[in-house]
């Protein structure tokens, strides 16, 4: 599932990880502050602030649970009611091909840059933040800690300027295909789109990654599935994905991260070694 903490409106609320489950909402937490009662000791006001930090941290989750339950059943609703079409990614790929209909994928630009379908329009829903304000720095900081370092996903913000950029492009009356990563994305798209008064709307269901090459006409340095993965996860050839590509290609695919992971290792002890040497220079020259 794509993850992240995320309000898209007051009607939405996205979920958009791929980090570890007890801190997958974590990025923009901002803690309480600890209580500093004089009759405490040090310790004892950690331990306090600690709880508390975990008290609202749960009741964060939840919340988050809560309201991505709640936005599940509307989309659920949207594609039951046939407000939303379904479309497999062959069955898109037909349908660009044979008719007038445009695809929009929704996805933030450095999956976009990865791997796109050719001819789509590119309009994120989300994108990713470069601001830094003591708030979003914070959520970076606290994103890397809690999982990206290993997943590569950066800090995203809402696009608030989704809607308006789709009018300005497309009619009401436009037949849209939206499509993202993995699906979850762009259903939330054809959500706010419906809300605003377009009816002609299709849904890749399970997203580009769940697209064979052959399906849609690709452009890009990578494949689809591959386009979603990142950090160190990604250059150690350890994501699911990655394991399905190397079952394909055999060994010559696996070699490739192997020789990767020799190299972090060589890395590592050139490092180790050449801080030895330094430690022991510093010493002599005291010792002078």
Known sequence: METLGLQLSPTIALNLPRRPSK????????????????????????????????????????KQMKDMAAA????EALVREGKVKVLTPREAGYAIQLSDKTLLDVRPSIERQKAWVKGSAW????????????????????????????S??????LNKDFLSKVAEKYPRDKDLILACQKGLRSLAACELLYNAGYENLFWVQGGLEAAEEEDLEREGPQPFKLAGIGGLSEFRGWTDQQRVASAKEGWGYRLVFSARLLGLILAADALFIGAQQFGRYLENLRSQ
């Open 72 to 75: 599940k059943k509307r989309w």
């Open 123 to 150: 309009i994120p829903i989300f994108d990713v933040d470069d601001s830094l304000d003591a708030g979003t720095l914070s959520r970076k900081i606290t994103g890397f800690m809690m999982g990206g370092w290993w």
């Open 152 to 157: 590569g996903i950066p800090t995203l913000s």
């Open 23 to 62: 801190w997958k909402y974590l990025s923009g937490f901002a803690p309480l502050p600890f209580a500093t009662a004089p009759s405490f000791s040090n310790t004892s006001i950690r331990r306090n602030g600690v709880t508390r930090m975990q008290v609202v941290e749960e009741e964060y989750e939840v």
